[in-house]
T-cell receptor, first 114, second 113 residues
Framework: KQEVTQIPAALSVPEGENLVLNCSFTDSAIYNLQWFRQDPGKGLTSLLLIQSSQREQTSGRLNASLDKSSGRSTLYIAASQPGDSATYLCAAPHGSGNTGKLIFGQGTTLQVKP | GAVVSQHPSRVICKSGTSVKIECRSLDFQATTMFWYRQFPKQSLMLMATSNEGSKATYEQGVEKDKFLINHASLTLSTLTVTSAHPEDSSFYIC?????????FGPGTRLTVL
């Protein structure tokens, strides 16, 4: 059974700093891995999706990597801004294939101080 | 990206009443939708898979008679929390698959008094 873990649970950085959020998963036969952003009391916004055949994906200041052999994914945020403050969640499909059933990590709550 | 809506966004009800939450895919058809629950300061936990035209599939530990799911069309799934109790108070979020991504609704905050 796939398990997803995120460390740290919370992170506070000054504006402008580059930072890395970590996500670990137990089943390396992963179909894809998705990173989401959740603002307080809101739903989820999809940030990046990495297919199993890919090693990384980039969107603006965000870069996500996937290392299946080590069971790890990282989300790199460059030049952080106060507007980046939110909870970041990684998720992997449950079972084989793209079942659509996602297993979520606990999330990392990021605070970027101006 | 694809858009998924939920209604209502917030509901407060008395213990013992039933509450219906709607999840709609606005610009694509979804044969399968998913319902998640999120308790405060916790991550999302999958409750059930909603299948258009057939019965929902529930995750272990989720009571199917308490959380009724209906997926009557390719764009609408409903979750009814029957005989709600305070412990059912939570943030309920639905998602729909527009392969390969999952798109999530904005969530419904349920408070049971």
């Amino acid at each position: 059974k796939q398990e997803v873990t995120q460390i740290p649970a919370a992170l506070s950085v000054p504006e402008g700093e580059n930072l890395v959020l970590n996500c670990s998963f137990t089943d390396s036969a992963i179909y894809n891995l998705q990173w989401f952003r959740q603002d307080p009391g809101k739903g989820l916004t999809s940030l990046l999706l990495i297919q199993s055949s890919q090693r990384e994906q980039t969107s603006g200041r965000l870069n996500a990597s996937l290392d299946k052999s080590s069971g790890r994914s990282t989300l790199y945020i460059a030049a952080s801004q106060p507007g980046d403050s939110a909870t970041y969640l990684c998720a992997a499909p449950h079972g084989s294939g793209n079942t659509g059933k996602l297993i979520f990590g606990q999330g990392t709550t990021l605070q970027v101080k101006p | 990206g694809a858009v998924v809506s939920q209604h209502p966004s917030r509901v407060i009800c008395k213990s013992g009443t039933s509450v219906k939450i709607e999840c709609r895919s606005l610009d694509f058809q979804a044969t399968t939708m998913f319902w998640y629950r999120q308790f405060p300061k916790q991550s999302l936990m999958l409750m059930a898979t909603s299948n258009e035209g057939s019965k929902a599939t529930y995750e272990q530990g989720v009571e199917k008679d308490k959380f009724l799911i209906n997926h009557a069309s390719l764009t609408l799934s409903t979750l009814t929390v029957t005989s709600a109790h305070p412990e059912d108070s939570s943030f309920y979020i639905c998602s729909a698959s527009d392969d390969p991504s999952q798109f999530f609704g904005p969530g419904t905050r349920l408070t049971v008094l």
